[in-house]
């Protein structure tokens, strides 16, 4: 069975810094597309960040650019969201996917994912 599993969530305040990882199990993330959504209260879910499997390359949502940072250790099978200078606005539930993919680029749309995690909760709050 695969499975991706999210941890690393909680309460930050404001300008705090919080990494969230991604563990893959029953495959192997290197042959895979990445993304990490997340979903606030009321709200739609958003794509935040991508990382393609073929060519390394990245994409950032505007408001979190600069800020986050998406990254893969292959030896762990693992993909991690480091997020800094947290704000109000980044409080959502944050769910990692998963699609197998060997083109070149990103996927942003979160209908081209197919595997998803469980989610994990971050909150930020003074």
């Known amino acids: 069975q695969l499975h991706l599993v999210e941890s690393g969530g909680g309460l930050v305040q404001p300008g705090g810094s919080l990494r969230l990882s991604c563990a893959a199990s029953?495959?192997?993330?290197?042959?895979?597309?990445i993304g990490w959504f997340r979903q606030a209260p009321g709200k739609e879910r958003e794509g935040v960040s991508f990382l393609s499997s073929r060519d390394g390359s990245t994409y950032y949502k505007d408001s979190v650019k600069g800020r986050f940072a998406i990254s893969r250790d292959s030896t762990k099978n693992t993909v991690y969201l480091q997020m800094n200078g947290l704000k109000h606005e980044d409080t959502a539930v944050y769910f990692c996917?998963?699609?197998?993919?060997?083109?070149?680029?990103?996927?942003?749309?979160?209908?081209?994912?197919?595997?998803w995690g469980q989610g994990t909760q971050v909150t930020v709050s003074s």
């Open positions: 996917a998963a699609t197998q993919f060997l083109g070149l680029g990103v996927l942003i749309n979160l209908y081209d994912y197919d595997l």
């Open positions: 029953g495959f192997n993330l290197d042959y895979y597309a």
